[in-house]
């Protein structure tokens, strides 16, 4: 059986590592599907589900909620960078969901209009972090609950 090289990793940690049947990545075209054999490419990835079929008959597969990245394929190795990334199995929804609402209310108490010079740009900044963690528990919230 041909198989790829797999390697799935955040700025943090290296979350898989393995020979696999496919992979499918949720590139900024769309769902890619990547078996052996596939050519030489990069993508940039949206927000989506990771899914690694370990065996040819997917019987076996792992599916990770993927917050933005990169994939990058070439001589049967599929190397995939993500900002966030965690197995869907793993996802504690009542805690994201905490996360989320926390989140959200700290953006809503934050100013809309901002003041000049470093205030508003503290505070540009700020909400710019709020607002993308704020997407990641989405982006996992999407997930578990199906």
């Not at 989140?103 to 607002?131: C, F, H, Y």
Request: charged share 25%; net charge negative; glycine share 6%.
């Amino acid at each position: 059986m041909a198989t790829l090289h797999c390697e799935i990793v955040t700025p943090t940690k290296a979350l898989y590592q393995g020979e696999v049947a496919q992979v499918e990545v949720p590139s900024a075209g769309g769902y890619a599907g990547i078996l052996p054999g596939h050519e030489t490419f990069c993508c940039r990835m949206n927000n989506g589900k990771i899914t690694v079929y370990v065996d040819q008959e997917h019987k076996n597969k792992l599916e990770y909620a993927s917050y933005m990245g990169f994939t990058q394929v070439h001589d049967d190795k599929v190397i995939i960078l993500s900002r966030e990334a965690i197995l869907i199995s793993e996802i504690d929804a009542a805690a994201v969901t905490a996360e989320r609402d926390e989140l959200q209310a700290k953006i809503d108490a934050m100013p809309q209009e901002e003041a000049e010079g470093q205030k508003k740009r503290v505070e540009k900044v700020q909400r710019n972090t709020l607002s993308s963690d704020l997407e990641w528990c989405n982006v996992q919230l999407e997930y578990c609950s199906k």
